[in-house]
């Protein structure tokens, strides 16, 4: 899921009023200053992530790959969901029998 802002989130941070039309409080503004660089600094990582997912999804070169891509078209199963099945069961178990899926 992607957010986006429409315009500028620091300018939008000093220009907020409360229901009174009073400026917010400082401490209230610079917890919302923390806020938001928190955020920028998961939003990076996390978009790295997914553009090394989606590389390796397009050049298919491993049999895990091939598998995301067999998962990720089933109703209710997305990219992201295919990735974590694959890889948390198939990736690096080789399962013979049904009974070990369960065990």
Known sequence: MRMAWPGDVETEREESRQWDGTPLPAALRARLKRAWQKVQQLTEPIGSLEAERRAGLRTREERVMEQVHQFAPLRGMG????????????????FQTPKQVGA
Do not use: G, I, P, T
């Open 79 to 94: 990219v992201k969901s295919a990735w974590r099945l694959v890889r948390e069961f198939f990736a690096w178990r080789d």
